[in-house]
C-alpha cells in the first residue's frame, strides 16, 4: 500500500504542490485528475525520486520510507514508474527493455512469472522482441513501458499521462489493458487527461488544483458528479 | 597496398582507445579531456617496465589495466561525480567536466614530466614480418591483434551480456536506467574507470611503435574525440568505422603528402564531421 502525507514539492520559489496526501491500495487503480500544470506530473515524479524540486512530508510503501530516496532505491521498494513520454531505451531492443525491467532485486525473483503475465498482456511483443524501441509505433512503445514497468515486480505501478499521442483505438486497448492489471494485485496510480475512459477503470480517483487535492470520491460518483463533468468531461460529456 | 595496410593496423588502436573516451562520455557523460594523458600514462609505464625490468608491453598492459581502473574510479568518485550531482543539465555537466579534466591533464602531464622528462624510446618486437606480400613491424601487427582483441570482447560483453546492456541503457537515458532499478552512479562510475582502464592499455600499445612522450596526450585526446563524434557518441560500430576512416587518411597523408600535415588532416576530417554531420556517421538526427 502507497502512503502519501503531506507531500509538498517547490522548484526554488514555486511550490507546485501544497500538502498533499493519498493512498493506493493493492489491486486498486486510482485515477488523478487535474489540468496542465495542477501538479499530477511532480507528485508522480517525486514519488519516483527524479524530481528535481525539494520535496518535504511523507511518502511510504507497506512501511518503507521512500522519500527523497534515489530512484533505484525506490524501484527495489515496490514502485514502477512510466512517464510523460514513455522513458523506453529507444536505441535498445524490445526484448533487451523488458529484461532490463526485471534489473532490480526484487524483480529477478519473479521474473519468469511476470513475463509470462506481461506477454499474455502484449502478445505483439513476442513477434517484435528484436524491434529497436525507437523504431515502433506509439501505441507498441507504449506496451514495451508498461511491459518494462510490470518486469520490475512493483507493489504500484504509476504511469503518467499514457493515453497521451495514443489513437481512439489504441485508447481503448490502453485502458482495457490496465484494467487487467489489477488481475495481478498491483495498484495502480493514474495520472490523465482522459478523464471519461479513466474514471471508467478506475475504483477511486482524485481532484488535483493548483498542487492541492480538492475532491476525492470513488469513480462512479466522480462520472456522475456535475462539478467534475463541467471540469473534466466537457460540457457533452453531462447529458450522456 | 601498403598504404591501406599501415593505415588499418593504425586504425585497430584508434578504435580501442575511442571506446574508452566513448565510455567515459557516452555513459559516465564526462567529457575527459585528460583522456590522452591517461594514454600517455600507459606507455610511460610501458617504457619503465621495459627499461627497468625487460617487461614485455603486453604484460605491463596487464598491470596498467587494473591500476588504471582503480585510479580512474578514484577520480570519478571523488573529483567528478560532485560535480555530476551538482549539475542541473547535461549542458552545465559538460562544461564543468570539461574545465575539471582540462586542468587534469596538465597536473598529469606535469607529474609525468617531473617522472620522466625525455621521449619514452624503447625498442619492442621492431623488426620486420611479412603479411599478404607486404613488410609490416611486427609491433604494429602485434599491437592491432591485441587491440582488436581487447575491443572485440568489449563490444562482445557490452551488447551480449545483462551487465552490458545495463551499461548501454545507463548511454541512452540516465533517467530511464534508474526508473529501472539501475544504480545510475555505480553504473557510471564502472564506466568511466573501465574506460580509463581501456585507454591505459591502448597507450602501451601505441607505445610499442610510437615514440610517446609525457606531452603528447593532448593530441590523443583529439584523435579519440574526432572518432567517437565522426562515429557518433555512444555507437561503438560508428567509431570503428571512423577509427579506420582516420587511420588510413592519417597514413595516405604522412606517405604521400608530408607527416607534419597528419594532425591537419585529422582536424579537416573533425571540422567537416562538425559542419555537416554533427549527429555522427550513422547517427540520427536528434
Not at chain 2, 609505464?45 to 581502473?69: E, R
Not at chain 2, 557518433?232 to 607534419?260: H, K, M, Q
Request: charged share 15%; hydrophobic share 50%.
Amino acid at each position: 500500500m502507497l502512503t502519501i502525507e503531506n507531500l509538498s514539492v517547490s522548484y526554488g520559489l514555486h511550490r507546485a504542490l501544497a500538502g498533499v496526501s493519498l493512498t493506493v491500495n493493492p489491486g486498486e487503480i486510482v485515477v488523478m485528475l487535474g489540468a496542465n500544470g495542477a501538479g499530477k506530473s511532480t507528485l508522480l515524479r517525486a514519488v519516483a525520486g527524479i524530481c528535481e524540486g525539494g520535496a518535504t512530508g511523507h511518502i511510504d510503501i507497506s512501511g518503507k520510507d521512500l522519500l527523497s530516496r534515489k530512484s533505484d532505491e525506490i524501484v527495489e521498494a515496490g514502485i514502477a514508474f512510466v512517464p510523460e513520454g514513455r522513458g523506453i531505451f529507444g536505441d535498445l531492443t524490445v526484448w533487451e527493455n523488458l529484461m532490463l525491467g526485471a534489473y532490480s532485486k526484487r524483480a529477478q525473483r519473479a521474473k519468469d512469472k511476470n513475463l509470462k503475465w506481461v506477454l499474455e498482456l502484449f502478445p505483439k511483443l513476442i513477434e517484435r522482441k528484436d524491434q529497436i524501441a525507437r523504431t515502433m509505433s506509439g501505441g507498441e512503445q507504449q506496451m514495451v513501458a508498461i511491459g518494462r514497468a510490470m518486469m520490475a515486480n512493483p507493489e504500484v505501478l504509476m504511469l503518467d499521462e499514457p493515453s497521451l499521442g495514443l489513437s481512439p483505438l489504441l485508447c481503448q486497448e490502453l485502458f482495457g489493458n490496465l484494467s487487467h492489471i489489477r488481475e495481478t494485485g498491483m495498484g495502480v496510480l493514474l495520472v490523465e487527461q482522459n478523464a471519461k475512459q479513466s474514471l471508467a477503470i478506475a475504483d477511486r480517483g482524485y481532484l488535483i488544483e493548483n498542487g492541492e487535492i480538492t475532491g476525492e470520491n470513488n469513480a462512479q460518483a466522480m462520472l456522475n458528479d456535475p462539478a467534475v463533468q463541467a471540469a473534466y468531461l466537457g460540457a457533452g460529456a453531462a447529458k450522456d | 597496398m601498403d598504404i591501406l595496410l599501415s593505415g588499418l593496423l593504425l586504425s585497430g588502436t584508434y578504435a580501442l582507445i575511442a571506446m574508452g573516451l566513448n565510455l567515459q562520455y557516452g555513459v559516465a557523460r564526462i567529457m575527459n579531456l585528460a583522456n590522452g594523458e591517461m594514454l600517455v600514462l600507459g606507455g610511460l609505464a610501458a617504457f619503465w617496465m621495459y627499461t627497468a625490468a625487460a617487461l614485455s608491453p603486453l604484460l605491463t598492459a596487464l598491470i596498467a589495466a587494473p591500476l588504471a581502473f582503480s585510479g580512474n574510479w578514484l577520480l570519478y568518485r571523488y573529483l567528478l561525480l560532485p560535480l555530476v550531482r551538482r549539475a542541473k543539465t547535461q549542458g552545465q555537466l559538460e562544461v564543468d567536466s570539461i574545465l575539471a579534466t582540462f586542468g587534469m591533464s596538465f597536473a598529469l602531464v606535469g607529474i609525468m614530466v617531473s617522472i620522466h622528462g625525455e621521449y619514452f624510446t624503447y625498442s619492442y618486437l621492431a623488426e620486420p614480418f611479412k603479411i599478404l606480400g607486404q613488410t609490416v613491424a611486427l609491433n604494429r601487427l602485434v599491437a592491432f591483434i591485441v587491440a582488436i582483441g581487447i575491443g572485440g570482447g568489449l563490444y562482445y560483453w557490452l551488447t551480449h551480456t545483462y551487465q552490458g546492456t545495463a551499461v548501454r541503457a545507463v548511454s541512452v537515458s540516465t533517467e530511464a536506467a534508474g526508473l529501472v532499478g539501475i544504480n545510475v552512479e555505480r553504473v557510471s562510475a564502472f564506466a568511466f574507470a573501465l574506460g580509463g582502464a581501456v585507454t591505459a592499455v591502448g597507450g602501451t600499445l601505441i607505445s610499442t611503435f610510437i615514440t610517446l612522450e609525457a606531452s603528447v596526450g593532448v593530441i590523443f585526446t583529439m584523435k579519440a574525440l574526432i572518432i567517437i563524434i565522426m562515429g557518433g557518441v555512444g555507437d561503438i560500430r560508428g567509431a570503428i568505422v571512423a577509427a579506420v576512416i582516420l587511420g588510413l587518411v592519417e597514413t595516405t597523408v604522412a606517405s604521400v603528402i608530408d607527416p607534419g600535415l597528419t594532425l591537419v588532416a585529422a582536424y579537416v576530417i573533425f571540422l567537416a564531421i562538425l559542419l555537416f554531420r554533427p549527429q555522427g556517421l550513422f547517427g540520427r538526427r536528434a
